[in-house]
Nanobody
Framework: QVQLVESGGGVVQPGGSLRLSCVASGSIFSILSMAWYRQAPGMQRELVAAIVEDGRTDYEDSVKGRFVISRDKAKNTVYLQMSNLQPEDTAVYYC??????????WGQGTQVTVST
């Protein structure tokens, strides 16, 4: 079994920052990629940022220049540093991992609310 546990969500004012963390645990042989998705009320889940094994990253257009994804391989942890947050960033953020010999794992989600 593989578990992903997110932390770091909360309420922040527009222009503020938050850092999300996601720790993978369990029967992990190797993690091929890790990513953050988000889902706003009434909307489909969308990819926000991803990082693959060799360190290459990809971002959804609206977060480029504001969000940074990084990974600590030794700790099986992925981070999402979010800056200049806007109300449209409000969503539940989910951690995702593609794990060799296991498949796809999802975290339980963490709420990010950007509001005055």
């Amino acid at each position: 079994q593989v578990q992903l546990v997110e932390s770091g969500g909360g309420v922040v004012q527009p222009g503020g920052s938050l850092r999300l963390s996601c720790v993978a645990s369990g029967s992990i042989f190797s993690i091929l990629s890790m990513a953050w998705y988000r889902q706003a009320p009434g909307m489909q889940r969308e990819l926000v940022a991803a990082i693959v094994e060799d360190g290459r990253t990809d971002y959804e257009d609206s977060v480029k220049g504001r969000f940074v994804i990084s990974r600590d391989k030794a700790k099986n942890t992925v981070y999402l540093q979010m800056s200049n947050l806007q109300p449209e960033d409000t969503a539940v953020y989910y951690c995702n991992a593609i794990i060799h010999m296991f498949g796809t794992a999802w975290g339980q989600g963490t709420q990010v609310t950007v509001s005055t």
